[in-house]
């Protein structure tokens, strides 16, 4: 027979596997979505969207993951139903007033932001997204409250749900905009269209989650008082105090969830500083906006980059809160070492092997080269984003969000000012410049805050050796096959196509063959990855 807590624990298990699933579903979609919309618009049309986009960015990372997570840890936490009332309750009014002051800023203050952003056509796609944070509240507390009884498949579904129909809007609209169908339209109009996706998913996300609720009476419960909640408001206990929920609210909730669009944060201070300072640099404003939308071609490289990192974080925080609370130091600097070491592997590989087909996929997915130079460098984001994001759930583990939150008050600091300075000076790369710099600046903050041991244990440096071989064989590989192809095909879309794919297996092809025959990781490490059974069982015969 299987015991209770090992059957919670299952579910548990199961239904965190469907929520990281679903999160990368999502990740995957939001990534790829924008090469056809910039085929279809191009890079002015890509420009508009993508000066607004952070605003949806940072909402979407509120109710789509952050604060549901949140509000469904709180819940479970509660000692009963009448405490989960209550909390649920209060917690409410505070998700309400904040939506409510999020939709303010962005529907009134759009002619402000606009010329924040040097571009005062920008207010009507602004005020076109503040719409998604009136369905905010329903999201992350609907989401919260399945969440805190285990039932995570309706928050799956429903942030697939959200994802696809928002797609399936914005490549309508650019569909629309590029046949002529619509043929009033500017860009302006066309980028406010596309992002008043973002409240129409969130609303039928909304609309999936009421009917999830109406049919579940437990979950329904959460949400009526009862005369024992009602009494318990009267003398809360500590925790669930005004000041109390409040606190949390900021330090668990919001201070996390901005860790989470960190990189949306920068995304948002380039959209104030970049169009700007290229026109500072000398560029006139139709190049100034071009260049911008052949800058922003680098997000949904990274984003695809990141994927292997986030699905790390999804597996390796668990195990590592749990270590600390049961306070299992062996077991905790043991998770912390595996995660570190296998994260930045990864991180390192993807990187490398996206900047080395980087100017043949950029003519694949957007139809020329251009800024392929910059968007090399761009790139760099993804192994240091990874390395940040591993000494972020390290702190995370050890309910040390103070460290985390620190270093991303100083990362953003750091990238506000030198964002427009560089870019005046150098041009585009002065964008990623400032956003390097500002990660570089955020890893030796948390660097120094590490335990030594997880440190030492972890021979980053010589990881980081091992792997640049493998890095260096594979760049030769892929420069042979490049030399190939420059002397018997012409450069063309169909043939950068052929070339990327044939790199591609080419490129996995030298790592495997590798990392076979050198032991860059240990087994434990290697039964972390796909396909592990397979490369322990052939190594060891």
Same mark, same amino acid.
């Given at each position: 027979m299987v015991s209770s807590k090992n059957r919670r624990s299952q579910q548990a298990l199961k239904g965190a596997s469907l929520l990281t699933l679903a999160g990368i579903i999502a990740k995957i979609l939001s990534a790829v979505y924008r090469v056809p919309f910039q085929n279809l618009v191009g890079d002015t049309g890509f420009y508009v969207y993508q000066q607004v986009y952070p605003i949806y960015g940072i909402g979407m990372t509120f109710a789509l993951s952050g604060l549901p997570n949140y509000v469904g840890k709180q819940i479970s936490w509660q000692v009963d139903l009448a405490h989960r009332r209550l909390f649920l309750r209060r917690y409410s009014l505070l998700v309400v007033i904040f939506s409510l002051l999020c939709f303010s800023l962005t529907f009134f203050l759009a002619p402000l932001l606009a010329q924040g952003m040097a571009d005062p056509n920008l207010a009507i796609v602004i005020r076109s997204v503040s719409y998604m944070f009136l369905a905010m509240p329903f999201l992350l507390l609907i989401r919260g409250a399945f969440q805190g009884r285990n039932d995570m498949k309706h928050t799956a579904i429903s942030q697939v749900i959200e994802q696809v129909v928002r797609v399936g809007v914005i490549l309508g609209v650019a569909t629309l905009y590029s046949q002529g169908f619509s043929q009033d339209w500017s860009l302006y109009e066309m980028g406010a269209w596309a992002m008043a996706s973002a409240g129409i998913a969130g609303f039928t996300a909304t609309s999936y989650l009421l009917l999830a609720l109406f049919q579940s009476r437990g979950t329904q419960r959460l949400f009526q008082e009862s005369k024992r909640s009602r009494a318990l408001a009267e003398d809360p206990p500590y925790h669930l105090t005004w000041p109390q929920i409040l606190r949390t609210f900021v330090t668990d909730g919001l201070v996390i969830c901005s860790f989470s669009a960190l990189l949306v944060f920068f995304q948002l201070i380039d959209s104030f500083t970049l169009y700007d300072g290229l026109?500072?640099?000398?560029?006139?404003?139709?190049?100034?906006?071009?260049?911008?939308?052949?800058?922003?071609?680098?997000?949904?490289?990274?984003?695809?980059?990141?994927?292997?990192?986030?699905?790390?974080?999804?597996?390796?925080?668990?195990?590592?809160?749990?270590?600390?609370?049961?306070?299992?130091?062996?077991?905790?600097?043991?998770?912390?070492?595996?995660?570190?070491?296998?994260?930045?592997?990864?991180?390192?590989?993807?990187?490398?092997?996206?900047?080395?087909?980087?100017?043949?996929?950029?003519?694949?997915?957007?139809?020329?080269?251009?800024?392929?130079?910059?968007?090399?460098?761009?790139?760099?984001?993804?192994?240091?984003?990874?390395?940040?994001?591993?000494?972020?759930?390290?702190?995370?583990?050890?309910?040390?969000?103070?460290?985390?939150? %620190?270093?991303? $008050? /100083? @990362?953003? !600091?750091?990238?506000?000012?030198?964002?427009? *300075?560089? +870019?005046? #000076?150098?041009?585009?790369?002065?964008?990623?410049?400032?956003?390097?710099?500002?990660?570089?600046?955020?890893?030796?903050?948390?660097?120094?805050?590490?335990?030594?041991?997880?440190?030492?244990?972890?021979?980053?440096?010589?990881?980081?050796?091992?792997?640049?071989?493998?890095?260096?064989?594979?760049?030769?590989?892929?420069?042979?096959?490049?030399?190939?192809?420059?002397?018997?095909?012409?450069?063309?879309?169909?043939?950068?196509? %052929?070339?990327? $794919? /044939? @790199?591609? !297996?080419?490129?996995?092809?030298?790592?495997? *063959?590798? +990392?076979? #025959?050198?032991?860059?990781?240990?087994?434990?490490?290697?039964?972390?990855?796909?396909?592990?059974?397979?490369?322990?069982?052939?190594?060891?015969?």
């Open positions: 026109l500072d640099f000398g560029l006139d404003s139709d190049l100034a906006k071009v260049y911008k939308g052949v800058y922003d071609r680098g997000q949904p490289f990274v984003q695809l980059g990141m994927v292997f990192s986030l699905a790390f974080q999804t597996s390796y925080l668990p195990l590592l809160s749990q270590a600390f609370v049961k306070k299992q130091k062996a077991q905790f600097r043991e998770a912390a070492v595996r995660f570190s070491r296998l994260t930045f592997f990864i991180s390192l590989l993807v990187t490398a092997g996206i900047m080395a087909i980087l100017p043949e996929l950029n003519v694949m997915l957007f139809s020329d080269a251009k800024g392929s130079g910059v968007l090399e460098q761009y790139l760099l984001m993804i192994v240091l984003a990874s390395w940040v994001l591993i000494y972020h759930n390290i702190f995370l583990g050890q309910n040390q969000w103070f460290y985390s939150a %620190l270093a991303l $008050g /100083l @990362a953003l !600091l750091v990238k506000g000012v030198f964002a427009h *300075l560089l +870019v005046s #000076r150098f041009g585009l790369v002065g964008g990623v410049w400032s956003s390097l710099l500002a990660l570089i600046v955020m890893l030796i903050l948390m660097h120094h805050f590490i335990p030594h041991s997880i440190k030492t244990e972890s021979q980053m440096g010589i990881l980081l050796r091992d792997t640049s071989l493998v890095v260096l064989l594979m760049w030769l590989a892929i420069m042979a096959l490049r030399w190939i192809f420059w002397l018997n095909f012409p450069k063309s879309r169909a043939f950068a196509t %052929l070339f990327v $794919g /044939l @790199a591609v !297996l080419l490129g996995a092809g030298v790592v495997l *063959l590798v +990392v076979r #025959r050198y032991p860059i990781l240990n087994p434990a490490e290697w039964q972390e990855l796909p396909l592990a059974k397979y490369w322990i069982k052939n190594k060891e015969s």
